[in-house]
């Protein structure tokens, strides 16, 4: 019994903790494969460290993602993205610098080259 409540408390800490970067990028997000994903219609590749963040702040891996997604993301030097957070109805819904009806199109720095997937024959 004691251990189910330490769960709980642990999940609402975590919750109450949450602080999103103000310099993270908000976009709409699909997972594709592997370490790709479409950001606001771009494909664009993970980082191999990605971390990323659930609504429940708890980590998810990218498979785990929930297509099209509202998220908050940041770049690291080799401009994949290194960290994410798929955002709750809440703070998807709150004023925010890039809010709804204006998510960038293109991410910062530019366009990706991202492989080209495979193709099942016909």
């Known amino acids: 019994m004691s251990a189910g409540l330490a769960l709980m408390n642990v999940s609402v800490l975590a919750q109450l903790a949450r602080t999103l970067p103000a310099d993270a990028v908000r976009g709409t997000v699909?997972?594709?494969?592997?370490?790709?994903?479409?950001?606001?219609?771009?494909?664009t590749e993970l980082s191999a460290n990605v971390r990323i963040w659930n609504t429940d702040n708890l980590f998810i891996v990218p498979q785990a993602i929930p297509p099209g997604s509202?998220?908050?993301?940041?770049?690291?030097?080799?401009?994949?993205?290194?960290?994410?957070?798929?955002?709750?109805?809440?703070?998807?819904?709150?004023?925010?610098?890039?809010?709804?009806n204006r998510v960038p199109t293109?991410?910062?720095?530019?366009?990706?080259?991202?492989p080209a997937i495979p193709q099942a024959p016909q």
């Open 30 to 43: 699909t997972h594709l494969s592997e370490l790709r994903v479409i950001v606001n219609g771009v494909p």
């Open 70 to 100: 509202i998220v908050r993301f940041s770049l690291d030097v080799n401009r994949q993205i290194d960290r994410m957070w798929v955002l709750t109805k809440a703070e998807a819904d709150r004023t925010d610098p890039t809010p709804p």
């Open 106 to 114: 293109s991410l910062p720095l530019g366009t990706f080259a991202v």
